[in-house]
């Protein structure tokens, strides 16, 4: 119905048609039947859940399937998607301003904007940004031209990236000692380094179980803030027991550059005026050649070596997109630039939520909870602040949802399946934990953190079996002291002991 001023009016409001605005559309329009929801995206198709399943109590798997509205308002009749971009928010008067001249009014509003990919530059037609599988899947159909490419970051996408890459030379570039590190411990990348090699599979080989200390010497070194950021580090001799060649380079076509990040972008006019040298593609470690080839884009990485490319991909994490909505509007922002969030989805202004990629859990997480912008607490924060906003609508209270408790993801990186608990790389935990490990190479990899003989987190690489019993025992956080190295054992059935 219009309200003032020709504007229409709805209970409720969502901006994003990304997982998290889509699941909170769809679950206030089950609760409110016969409420209209707007639902306002910038794209024709939004991002639906397809495939859904819970695997445990906290680690749901499901399929992301990009969909035209047109099916989502068929589901969902009360639902009316509004496709355009958000150009203003009125917070006091609670009104949306649409880029195609509406305005719509609401009780309460959700922001679900999603963040955008975080480009090394902006503006440089040979810099592509890259922010979920789905763009890398698109993007590996591009890739049919390119002779090389320059990839730049060491999350997930990097690393599904770079394993997809086939028939092209890739210059992989990570500010880490180790590949994947949003995900990983050196030694879980080392264990999937050779699938990036492999065009044979391995002999499984058991390498030693061992408890590991942190490495000390950068551990002081470091100040006290930026300790509690970074995961852990594995001690030195975590490497015992698996063959490994130098994570330098290897087979395939991909060589990487560790501990470095990218200075300078030159276009070719401006490299040939440099007059300096780029490099060949790296055939070992002494055999280091100069490029005679003219590229249409170099990069200088500030360990000072030069590679032309046909292009650079930007897989250095995302940014929030809060542009539209901070205009005349007085949010908090975290630090990460997301709008914060309280326990119940709620930003600082009234009547306004927000969820997903944009916004910053602002509460005192569980110990074994901490916010990361993937595509499971896109959907979870959707549909809990759904079930906010109508508890407030209906004046009734709520509880915060158990899906916060603890930190639990499954993916799959180099067809493995990857679970990552709690956690997982120790974040947060200084120097006080000990992390115990099993692994088999070529079939799977289990890591474990303990503190205080307490199970925090957990990575499980392969076909375990592990999780249910290690999220238990990371939720009721029994004290495992007496079980030693045994809790790890092969030929102990550690499900016996928990059931």
Not at 74 to 83: A, D
Not at 295 to 305: A, S
Not at 451 to 464: F, K, P
Request: aromatic content about 10%.
């Amino acid at each position: 119905m219009a309200g003032p001023g020709g504007a229409a009016r709805g209970r409720f409001a969502v901006v994003g048609g990304g997982i998290a605005g889509v699941t909170c559309a769809e679950q206030l329009a089950a609760e409110f039947p016969s409420e209209d929801i707007f639902l306002m995206t910038a794209s024709p198709v939004i991002k639906a859940v397809t495939n859904f399943k819970q695997v445990s109590k906290t680690l749901e798997e499901f399929d992301v399937e990009e969909q035209p509205s047109s099916l989502l308002e068929k589901r969902y009749p009360n639902i009316r998607v509004i496709q355009s971009g958000v150009k203003q928010l009125k917070s006091d008067e609670h009104k949306i301003y649409t880029e195609d001249g509406k305005e719509y009014m609401y009780e309460k509003l959700c922001l679900c904007a999603g963040a955008k990919p975080k480009l090394i530059v902006e503006g440089n037609p040979y810099v592509l940004g890259i922010r979920d599988t789905d763009s890398a899947q698109a993007f590996q159909k591009n890739l049919a031209q390119a002779e090389r490419i320059v990839v730049v970051g060491n999350g997930g996408i990097a690393l599904e990236l770079v394993y997809e890459i086939q028939g092209c030379e890739v210059i992989w570039a990570i500010k880490d000692k180790a590949i994947g590190n949003t995900f990983f411990d050196a030694g879980a990348a080392e264990f999937l380094l050779p699938k990036l090699t492999a065009d044979s599979p391995e002999t499984p080989i058991e390498c030693k179980r061992t408890k590991y200390t942190l490495e000390g010497s950068e551990e002081k070194g470091r100040p006290r803030g930026a300790s509690d950021k970074l995961g852990s580090a594995l001690g030195p001799d975590w490497h015992e027991g698996l063959q490994l060649r130098g994570t330098k380079e290897f087979s395939h076509k991909v060589h990487i550059e560790i501990l470095c990040e990218v200075k300078k972008i030159h276009l070719q006019q401006e490299f040939i005026q440099l007059q300096q040298t780029s490099l060949t593609f790296p055939k070992g470690e002494k055999n280091v050649e100069a490029d005679e080839v003219l590229w249409p884009v170099y990069v200088e990485l500030t360990n000072g070596k030069i590679y032309g490319c046909n292009f650079i991909v930007s897989a250095t994490g995302v940014v929030p997109n809060v542009e539209p909505f901070l205009d005349g509007n007085n949010f908090a922002v975290g630090e990460d630039g997301g709008l914060e969030v309280d326990r119940h989805m709620h930003t600082s202004l009234p009547d306004v939520y927000a969820a997903g990629d944009i916004c910053t859990a602002a509460w005192e997480p569980s110990p074994v909870w901490h916010q990361m912008r993937l595509w499971t607490q896109a959907r979870q924060m959707g549909w809990y602040a759904a079930k906010c906003m109508a508890a407030d609508a209906l004046g009734e209270s709520i509880d915060m949802d158990f899906s916060f408790e603890l930190f639990a993801h499954i993916t799959k990186f180099f067809n493995y399946k990857v679970v990552v608990l709690g956690k997982y790389n120790a974040q947060g935990l200084g120097s006080e934990h000990e992390l115990m490990l099993r692994c088999t190479k070529g079939h799977e990899y289990v890591k474990v953190v303990l503190q205080n003989g307490r199970m925090m987190g957990a990575v499980l690489i392969g076909e375990t079996d592990l999780e249910e019993t290690f999220e238990n025992l990371i939720l009721n956080q029994m004290d495992l002291s007496a079980y030693g190295e045994d809790l790890l054992n092969p030929d102990i059935d550690i499900e016996d002991y928990f059931d």
